[in-house]
């Protein structure tokens, strides 16, 4: 038991195996992480990324996996396809492009931790798409040292050896319908034990049902799938927000956000245990989620379209929207991309303008903020590591800031301007911050 411990910790503060890290909530137990680089200072090495992609790096000992379309400003010819006989409900026709074999591929990217050196590249799907600030590589992939997970936004899933042998794949699409997002599937997958978990949450151009899945990670074999409903109104049902794990009563959950509500899950079956509303309170029709919630301390914070933010105690049975709530913020700079992040006595957000904020985790109030940060809007989302928080601008620039109960602002970083949206990883103790140009390892010296 003590060695199993040991090994997980050394896991948690030397890798970051999925989107978020290990713990799926932006934070690294890591020490010593620098403060301060530049172009040329405190540059360990940098890897030429194919082109721009809000997919952030996973690393896992000596791999670091990222995903990426073949070539820059990817538009495809836009082809309607004839609907295919319905499964759950009636279809629509496909918006995207078609998944061709002239469509520009979708890679998963492996290089070496240790020199950025590329070791393989897998095309994972054809067809790419722009949404905005997305295209279909914005999921992370997940791994666990010895494979490797990915779902791109044509739904395409799929297992890799960390060698880059295709282990097994299947398209969501093909199996449940076409996605039905205004703006593109961006979701990540999470690694919880020995299930890879997907949720869909959609509804602005479907009339099939949210759901959220489990499949066996080693086979693909579907070992669950559960309808999520809702009645939130029109661009409302869709999220971009990826699952998290809750740990209450001594038992882990499995905690979704999006169309109107969060809500708990049996992480053995997928059914829902509770579940709460109040994100969307004047009943908008455009109130889509796309920051995920974090948790700490038995409470889920979940952010919405800006306004409100909720934190929820976990648990219970049924709807819970009242008798579980901790507290509700409606005040400045709550995000509408950006998620946050929270150590369970700080709760840390940063809006979409670069104004960072702090609140009291346990009662909501006001602790410091908003406080600028560079010049520049703000996509990626917060990392805790080293008692610093870093956020990263569409610039490419960081802002790394004090944390706790007084604000500090310790250092502004600039890169190489291109156009970022991944967030920043931390690994030990440096930093890996993907640029639309480069992957960048920043350490100390």
Same mark, same amino acid.
């Given at each position: 038991m003590i060695l199993s411990i040991l090994v997980s910790l050394c896991v948690t503060a030397s890798d970051w195996p999925q989107w978020r *890290?290990? /713990?799926?909530?932006?934070?690294s137990p890591a020490e010593d992480v620098p403060s301060e680089w530049s172009a040329r200072k405190n540059i360990v090495w940098k890897a030429e990324m194919p082109t721009w992609s809000g997919g952030t790096p996973v690393i896992y000992g000596d791999w670091i996996f990222l995903t990426s379309p073949s070539k820059p400003d990817p538009e495809?010819? +836009?082809?309607?396809?004839? /609907?295919?006989?319905?499964?759950?409900?009636?279809r629509r026709r496909r918006r995207g492009p078609s998944r061709n074999p002239g469509g520009h591929e979708l890679f998963l990217l492996a290089y070496s931790r240790t020199d950025g050196a590329e070791k393989w590249r897998?095309?994972? /799907?054809?067809?790419?798409? @722009?949404? +905005?600030?997305?295209?279909?590589?914005?999921? %992370?992939p997940v791994t666990d040292g010895k494979h490797v997970w990915i779902v791109t936004g044509t739904g395409q899933v799929a297992a890799y050896t960390v060698e880059g042998k295709r282990v097994w794949t299947f398209n969501l699409q093909d199996v449940y319908g076409d996605f039905g997002l205004n703006w593109g599937y961006a979701s990540s997958p999470l690694l919880y034990e020995d299930k890879l978990i997907i949720q869909i949450l959609h509804g602005m151009h479907t009339d099939l049902p949210s759901y959220v899945a489990a499949y066996d990670r080693l086979t693909g074999k579907r070992l669950w799938k559960q309808i999520r409903p809702t009645d939130a109104p029109r661009e409302s049902p869709d999220a971009y927000t990826t699952p998290v794990v809750l740990t209450t009563g001594g038992k882990d959950q499995i905690v979704i956000s999006g169309a109107d509500n969060v809500t708990g899950h049996d992480p053995d079956t997928g059914e829902e245990l509770w579940r709460s509303g109040g994100m969307n309170p004047d009943g908008s029709d455009f109130q889509r =989620?796309? *920051?995920?919630?974090?948790?700490? /301390?038995?409470?889920?914070?979940? #952010? %919405?379209?800006?306004?409100? =933010? @909720?934190?929820? +105690?976990?648990?219970?049975?049924?709807d819970i929207t009242t008798s579980h709530r901790v507290w509700s913020y409606e005040g400045p700079g709550a995000p509408d991309v950006p998620s946050s992040v929270t150590d369970g006595i700080h709760y840390y957000m940063v809006d979409d303008r670069g104004l960072v904020s702090c609140l009291d985790a346990k009662s909501g109030e006001t602790i410091w903020g908003?406080?600028?940060?560079?010049?520049? #809007?703000v996509s990626s989302s917060l990392v805790l590591a080293d008692d610093k928080l870093f956020i990263l601008n569409e610039n490419g620039v960081t802002t790394v800031v004090q944390a706790g109960p007084v604000y500090k602002l310790l250092a502004t970083n600039e890169l190489d301007g291109s156009y970022t949206l991944s967030s920043p990883a931390v690994a030990g103790n440096q930093i890996f911050i993907r640029t639309g140009n480069y992957l960048y390892c920043i350490g100390e010296g």
């Open positions: *890290g290990a /713990d799926m909530n932006g934070i495809p010819k +836009r082809v309607e396809e004839p /609907d295919p006989e319905p499964q759950q409900g009636r897998a095309v994972v /799907d054809t067809g790419n798409e @722009l949404h +905005r600030k997305h295209n279909n590589t914005s999921p %992370s =989620i796309v *920051g995920s919630p974090v948790t700490a /301390d038995g409470i889920v914070y979940a #952010t %919405s379209n800006k306004k409100p =933010i @909720l934190a929820i +105690r976990g648990g219970g049975t049924g908003p406080e600028r940060t560079a010049q520049g #809007t």
